[in-house]
């Protein structure tokens, strides 16, 4: 058998080696026949039997949630499933083109597929525009059960060694072989934000994305190595690498154990400098993933996965409930919420009609710009955030400030919410600390009005780095160029530490660099003393703080922060990292 290899996107680290079990991809087997007249009601039938059986499945999956064992997302996107599976357009409207063109069920159904589709891929929010697949995958589940195969499950005990090579993946498809214990997933589309991505990382098992013909190259049986730190995948691999990757997996799994040995240990350098190590969370459940990994905080909470993949909007109670439950399981250590960012890639459908759809979604209306676009929902939320005050210490960020006005407009926004709730006699924080998102470079060169006018900053590092670069961190054609060593990225962060540090106003970098092991050192020469990243992250980045000292790095960090040729720079990084 020929050896190789297929590079793709590693949304989730680790090694896995094991045999390859093919997923099917229904809508590229379906046949094209014409049936009799007198056929037609019962093909329909055949169809609608389909329906159900699906419809069934789904709420047996949501059911299964109930054990805990799920990330809290997956609920919300096997409503998502639900609610397609129940629109005419996809439950009715096959019916008529199998009665019209006497066709079988399967093809009437692609045919509808492609027409919703081809509909999605008009829709110029990137967001919506996403849930194409969506709609795929729901079509997908209904042709297996067409086509009598609705599960792609090998038999029980082999699991641990399967890896799961597939077109896409749903949600439901990973909840359902979430139960067996698989040891990888690989897929042809995807991205670090896709479903398959999330999940993936939500059940901590390597896997690489974006492969683009795996499921057409590899075959069912075929030996594997998912190598998801390094975002390669090796097919048929030799005895010397399999070998060789073998002793890594060992070597990565032995490390893992070490690292959990640091949970309680003080996050202190060499020479005595205390750093602060906060957890990023979308969701009230990562509390706990967050904890385990020794977290002392929460110095990013994405409230706007409060309003995605469900229907009708989050209330102010049900805000002030999910932050009042993260607000006392950290038990007195700092949770910084975020108000909502939404627009761009990560928009409600309900807010459809307020979001003003924008050629260019990044650079138009979102995080604070619709905040204060839309005042009803974004006093809402200060009010549901400011209730959560009195039951830990919370902090409210706002995203994506640009000018010292829309400082003053957030915050008169905040002293509205605060006058609402003693009106009402609500107790909560007067005092709440409130810091502001340092994510493009206008912010970094015009720091002044923060400084005076904030308590914090954080640094985002993923729009900072698109903003300054021009580069769309979600376009596949133009990834490659986004780059956070960048001399003219290292030099805006440097400027941000630097002008924060001086005015004696706490920073925090809360972007992906954060949990970045190359950048560790980098960040702490610069000057940065709080960290906050996924709470996988954490665990490594404390082992390469307890190794640095903060002093013997700055002579390098500042050669660094002077150099503009890549190869130099990489010279000076590796070293530094030695």
Same mark, same amino acid.
């Given at each position: ?9 590693? +949304? ?38 389909? *329906?159900? &059986?699906?419809?069934?499945?789904? #709420? ?39 009665? #019209?063109?006497?066709?079988?069920? &399967? ?10 589709? #081809? ?116 097919? /048929? ?78 209330? &102010? ?17 700092? +949770? ?69 006005? &829309? ?21 909560? /924080? ?13 912010? +970094? ?27 769309? @961190? ?18 805006? *962060? ?17 972007? #992906? ?30 082992? @390469? ?13 500042? @050669? ?19």
């Amino acid at each position: 058998m020929v050896s190789f290899a297929l590079h793709g996107i590693g +949304v989730s680290g680790g090694i896995a080696i094991g045999r390859a079990q093919l997923v099917s991809h229904a809508t590229r087997e379906v046949a094209h026949y014409t049936i009799p007249l007198a056929q037609v009601p019962s093909e329909i039938e055949r169809f609608t039997t389909a *329906i159900g &059986e699906v419809k069934n499945e789904l #709420e047996g999956l949501h059911a299964a949630l109930t054990s805990g064992d799920a990330p809290g997302e997956f609920g919300a996107f096997l409503d998502i499933h639900a609610m397609i599976l129940n629109d005419p357009t996809l439950s009715e409207a096959p019916k008529r083109i199998i009665a #019209e063109q006497r066709c079988n069920a &399967e093809w009437a159904l692609t045919l509808q597929m492609g027409v919703l589709v #081809e509909q999605f891929d008009q829709i110029e929010d990137s967001y919506l525009r996403e849930r194409k697949a969506d709609v795929v995958q729901v079509g997908e589940r209904v042709l297996k059960r067409l086509m009598g195969r609705p599960g792609t499950i090998p038999p029980a005990g082999v699991e641990e060694q399967t890896i799961l090579v597939a077109h896409d993946l749903s949600p439901a498809d990973v909840i359902q072989f979430k139960q067996h214990h698989f040891a990888a997933f690989l897929t042809d589309l995807g991205g670090v934000t896709s479903h398959t991505a999330i999940v993936a990382r939500g059940l901590n098992v390597p896997a690489v994305v974006a492969t683009h013909n795996a499921r057409q190259l590899i075959r069912d049986g075929e030996m594997m190595i998912v190598d998801g730190s390094n975002h390669v995948v090796i097919v /048929n691999p030799d005895r010397a690498v399999l070998a060789e990757y073998r002793l890594k997996q060992n070597e990565f799994d032995l490390a893992r154990q070490k690292l959990r040995r640091l949970r309680s240990k003080r996050a202190d350098t060499l020479d005595g400098v205390h750093i602060e190590l906060h957890a990023n969370i979308e969701l009230p459940e990562d509390i706990e993933h967050a904890l385990k990994n020794g977290a002392t905080g929460i110095g990013l909470f994405r409230s706007e996965f409060l309003f995605l993949n469900r229907t009708g909007l989050p209330s &102010e109670d049900e805000q002030f409930e999910a932050f009042r439950k993260v607000a006392e399981g950290m038990q007195g250590m700092p +949770v910084t919420i975020r108000t909502f960012d939404l627009g761009a890639d990560k928009q409600q459908a309900d807010l459809e009609g307020l979001a003003r759809v924008a050629p260019n979604p990044a650079l138009g209306l979102r995080a604070i710009r619709f905040c204060l676009a839309e005042p009803r929902l974004f006093l809402t939320q200060l009010r549901a955030i400011l209730r959560a005050t009195h039951y830990g210490n919370v902090r409210i960020l706002l995203p994506m400030l640009a000018s010292s006005s &829309e400082i003053d407009q957030a915050l008169a926004m905040v002293a509205r919410a605060r006058e609402s709730l003693r009106e009402q006699n609500v107790p909560f /924080n007067p005092d709440v600390q409130i810091g502001g998102m340092i994510e493009i470079p206008a912010a +970094v060169l015009a720091m002044g009005a923060f400084l005076r006018k904030l308590d914090f900053l954080s640094i985002g590092t993923n729009d900072l780095i698109q903003y300054t670069l021009a580069v769309d @961190r979600a376009d596949d054609a133009v990834s490659h160029l986004f780059d956070p060593m960048h001399p003219a990225v290292l030099r805006l *962060i440097a400027l941000a530490i630097g002008t924060a540090s001086k005015a004696k106003v706490p920073i925090a970098v809360c972007g #992906e660099m954060a949990g970045d092991l190359q950048s560790t050192r980098l960040l702490l020469g610069l000057g940065l003393r709080e960290f906050s990243m996924h709470p996988s992250h954490l665990l490594g980045v404390k082992q @390469r703080v307890l190794q640095t000292d903060v002093t013997a790095t700055e002579p390098w960090v500042e @050669r660094i922060r002077r150099a503009d040729e890549p190869d130099k720079l990489a010279m000076l990084l590796a070293r530094l990292n030695a």
